[in-house]
């Protein structure tokens, strides 16, 4: 059973596009996570969805809309991508308790063309 | 604010020679550490953690000490293999936090 399991896992699309992510999550968490990995392997947090409630929302473009319809999804939607958009998206999960770590799925590679 | 330091990669080690990756840290409050691995084209996984000052976190041959005196949670594993080849990343979460803040991740390369 997949704990975390994000779709697609590759994504291939032109400038201009608009595109989904979808993220779901088996694990009864209550916190849900996206992660953008840069070509240079960092990680960056985007948004964190507590019990569906957005808690995070960094420093990203408005292109960007995650969509929490229930506790075990988050989806993010992605309007008119752009080449730098290209990355490995990762959505995660956790309970929200100190201590407790994130689980994470195995990463969607966005690729602007 | 919370940020995670950990050494600049990569690292290239012969197969059975001694790991340290250092990570330092520093957060509001009291906050549990993390090492994650993530092996080439998959996702993050967790490798150990510690939730406390003095708590030695280990797994698979790696281990890492919350020290709270120096703010640091390095890495150490005694001997290398081949298939410890990876990016390993120090993460934090502090009892407020709702997100891991993650250092840059360190790439591990083990020869034969």
């Known amino acids: 059973d997949t704990a975390v399991s994000q779709t697609p896992k590759y994504l291939v699309t032109q400038m201009g596009n608009d595109k989904s992510i979808k993220c779901e999550q088996n694990l009864g968490h209550d916190t849900m996570y996206w992660y953008k990995q840069d070509s240079k392997k960092f990680l960056k947090i985007m948004f964190s969805y507590n019990n569906k409630e957005l808690i995070i929302n960094e420093t990203v473009p408005n292109r960007f809309s995650p969509k929490s319809p229930d506790k075990a999804h988050l989806n993010l939607h992605i309007n008119s991508l752009e080449l730098g958009d290209s990355a490995v998206y990762f959505c995660?999960?956790?309970?929200?308790?100190?201590?407790?770590?994130?689980?994470f799925g195995q990463g969607t590679r966005l690729t602007v063309v | 604010g919370n940020s995670v330091t950990q050494m600049e990669g990569p690292v290239t080690l012969s197969e059975e020679a001694f790991l340290t990756i250092n990570c330092t840290y520093t957060a509001t409050g009291y906050p549990s550490l993390f090492w994650y691995v993530q092996y080439p084209g998959e996702g993050l996984q967790l490798l150990l953690k510690a939730t406390k000052a003095d708590d030695k976190g280990s797994n698979k041959g790696f281990e890492a000490t919350y020290r709270k005196e120096t703010t640091s949670f390095h890495l150490e594993k005694g001997s290398v293999q081949v298939s410890d080849s990876a990016v390993y990343f120090c993460?934090?979460?502090?009892?407020?936090?709702?997100?891991?803040?993650f250092g840059k991740g360190t790439s591990l390369l083990v020869t034969p």
């Open positions: 993460a934090l979460i502090t009892n407020s936090g709702y997100a891991l803040n």
């Open positions: 995660a999960s956790s309970h929200h308790d100190r201590g407790t770590e994130a689980f």
